[in-house]
């Protein structure tokens, strides 16, 4: 079975722009949680998507945003892009979202602002 | 909100040297997780706590949950240069379902 798989990897942009990172959960998993890690900060939590429906929220900005699409591949967008927006972006999926839960971590896109 | 504490930020260890990391929430938790990050790579799922006090073991680490099931600790006995990495918890609200991560515990070995 094929595992989280996280595009780009590797993104580049500059201060103002937005950008759109993409995550493919594993095979029949139906929630999808997103986290932005840096050195300083940590794991924290973004957003956590289910069945097309946010079902949880961080304590980030407006400028962060995603959505999931009916086949649970998620997306999140980040836009007027800052400096401190350069960190690794985890995806995790796990099967159903509640209860007991493992979530299964892609690569990651590792996001650097100029 | 919910705040998950986690101590030593660093640990630097001797190899064949045992050491312990803790994990302290602010809230009750339905259960707590434990993940690895190896150097460079993604965080990676290595046990689950439900029920308070609960001990598990995996060969040279142990887990366990506290009784009021608001912290947890992991020891790892005659540690390896293969248990270098950052150790995470993540507790779920009992309340909620939102999972929280520690700021891990960055473990360097020294052999």
């Known amino acids: 079975k094929a595992g989280v798989t996280q595009t780009p990897r590797y993104l580049i942009k500059t201060r103002g722009q937005q950008v759109t990172l993409s995550c493919s959960p594993i095979?029949?998993?139906?929630?999808v949680s997103w986290y932005q890690q840096t050195p300083g900060q940590g794991l924290q939590f973004l957003f956590e998507?289910?069945?097309?429906?946010?079902?949880n929220k961080g304590n980030f900005p407006g400028r962060f945003s995603g959505r999931q699409f009916s086949n649970s591949r998620s997306e999140m967008n980040v836009s007027t892009l800052e400096l401190g927006d350069s960190a690794l972006y985890l995806c995790?999926?796990?099967?159903?979202?509640?209860?007991?839960?493992?979530?299964?971590f892609g690569a990651g896109t590792r996001l650097s602002v100029l | 909100g919910q705040q998950v504490m986690q101590i030593p930020q660093y640990q630097h260890v001797q190899e064949g040297e045992d050491f312990t990391t803790y994990c302290n929430s602010s809230?009750?938790?339905?259960?707590i997780q434990w993940y690895k990050q190896r150097p460079g790579g993604h965080p990676v799922f290595l046990i689950q706590?439900?029920?308070?006090?609960e001990v598990k073991k995996q060969k040279r680490l142990t887990f366990q949950f506290g009784e009021a099931k608001k912290n947890s600790s992991l020891h790892i006995t005659a540690t390896q240069t293969t248990d270098v990495g950052t150790y995470f918890c993540a507790g779920r609200e009992a309340a909620g379902n939102k999972l929280t991560f520690g700021g891990g515990t960055r473990v360097l070995v020294k052999p």
């Open positions: 998507y289910f069945s097309e429906t946010q079902r």
């Open positions: 095979s029949g998993h139906r929630s």
């Open positions: 995790a999926s796990s099967l159903t979202g509640t209860g007991i839960v493992i979530q299964y």
């Open positions: 706590l439900v029920k308070s006090g």
């Open positions: 809230t009750t938790l339905s259960n």
